[in-house]
């Protein structure tokens, strides 16, 4: 039994390692946006406090940043916290402005030896000091690598974050250094918090939830879309990898008849 066993797990292995180089041949996502969704379901499900579901969903960060960075994704946003998060009970939001000096002190040094770089969009200024501290610790330091982007959005509404771009211009055009006729797409994408980044090509949202909950709504206009029940803290490699395999079967036509050319 146990060798019928072990002879079992090395085939699941020569599988998934034939499915991984099957899906490096083909088209990979650029940039892959993940709204993290679930890790209240997750603790509930087993009788167990919020946090703790948050807390095991920082494990799975770190499996899908190191998974995407070996398939070649050369982005991964991940909604972190949202502008409205903050309505969520004082214990809990504490709990998560503690979460990214936990992770990024903890798997810097791996973040390093893999050549991963951590940024983020959204607001900082607001953010608890010990929050601001590790992730600008993380960003200086990761600020060199030449691997993965691992974006995190941490009080980042794309609401909030189109207004402060309208607002921008309309203040150029009041002092007259932007003509009205010059503000086109290019110019917007130029004053958005991504605009460094390339579009995200594939969303990701767990749980089975089937909304962007103020998420990329300008950057996500052409994006592809799942949605999966699988909730984050369950979301592993396996997972991951069906994403990208669904998002490489699909016809991308940005609007034209045939895909493949954004037009």
């Not at 998934?16 to 993940?34: F, G, T």
């Not at 890790?39 to 579901?53: E, F, L, S, V």
Request: aromatic share 8%; hydrophobic share 40%; glycine share 6%.
């Amino acid at each position: 039994m146990l060798r019928k066993l072990m002879r079992k797990k090395t085939e699941d292995v020569h599988l998934l390692n034939d499915r991984i180089e099957a899906v490096r041949k083909r088209q990979i996502p650029n940039h892959v946006a993940i709204i993290m969704d679930g890790n209240g379901r997750w603790a509930k499900q087993r009788k167990m406090p919020r946090i703790a579901g948050h807390h095991e969903g920082m494990k799975t960060v770190r499996q899908i940043t190191n998974f995407a960075n070996e398939l070649g994704v050369k982005a991964l946003t991940l909604y972190a916290f949202s502008t409205e998060n903050w309505k969520r009970p004082k214990i809990e939001i504490d709990f998560l402005m503690n979460l990214p000096g936990e992770f990024l002190n903890t798997y810097l040094p791996e973040l390093m030896e893999k050549g991963i770089k951590v940024e983020m969009i959204g607001n900082m200024d607001a953010l608890p000091a010990h929050t601001r501290k590790a992730i600008i610790k993380a960003i200086e330091t990761t600020k060199d690598n030449q691997g993965l982007i691992l974006n995190f959005a941490m009080n980042y509404g794309s609401r909030l974050e189109l207004v402060h771009v309208m607002k921008e211009l309309a203040k150029e055009v009041s002092e007259g250094t932007l003509e009205i006729n010059s503000i086109n797409e290019n110019l917007i994408d130029s004053k958005l918090m991504t605009a460094h980044l390339p579009e995200p090509d594939l969303l990701i949202r767990t749980s089975g939830e089937v909304r962007l909950s103020n998420f990329m709504l300008w950057q996500l206009a052409y994006a592809e879309f799942i949605f999966t029940n699988v909730l984050w803290p369950d979301f592993n490699e396996e997972c991951f990898m069906q994403a990208i395999e669904d998002f490489q079967n699909r016809d991308r036509r940005f609007g034209s008849l045939e895909g493949d050319q954004k037009g």
